[in-house]
């Protein structure tokens, strides 16, 4: 069964599923992006009238659609979609991506102890908002976070990102003077 969640941001919508969606962590989809992508489930899902944005996690996906189409028209769509899915998969959504954005090279202390820091006190407060924030890079005590879906493009996430994502991390980490959002 699935069942639906609002989220932060009006034009994101956050779905749960009793099933895996995802095995390999947070995915993010575009759908200007759409012809990189070679899973059908994410194709289909992308290319329907309004969905902007998939973000594929654990248990939950959440769909960041455009201010054209209302929910009433869209949520029966992505439920429907999704249990479709299910009915004909006894796997999860995505089992096996070769991560392309990973982090290269020796990483540094500082830049470890950001990563737990996000990982273990921040990402899971972001996936109960059905979404995800991504290490980009640290220099010169600026720290470069992606943020993804519901989070993407959401009102209230500047404000969280420096009043919660950089007073958390300064608290943590003293070599962080400040986040942005790349």
Known sequence: MIQTEPTPNPESLKFLSEKVISDIGTEEFQKNDISKDSNPFIKELLSFKGVELVLLSKNFLSVKKTKDISWDELKPMVISHLNHYFENNS????????????????????????????????????????????????????????????????????????????????????????????
């Not at 990402?123 to 976070?145: H, M, Q, W, Y």
């Not at 919660?164 to 962080?176: D, F, I």
Request: with cysteine; net charge positive; hydrophobic share 35%.
């Open 91 to 182: 796997e999860p959504i995505l089992t096996k991506i070769t991560k392309t954005k990973e982090i290269k090279g020796e990483q540094s202390e500082t830049v470890k102890k950001i990563i737990e820091v996000l990982d273990t006190k921040i990402r899971p407060a972001v996936a109960r908002d059905g979404g995800d924030i991504k290490f980009k890079s640290f220099e010169n005590g600026i720290l470069k976070v992606e943020l993804q879906g519901s989070c993407s493009g959401c009102p209230s996430s500047l404000m969280t990102l420096k009043q919660g994502v950089q007073n958390l991390l300064k608290h943590y980490v003293k070599e962080v003077n400040s986040v942005e959002a790349e």
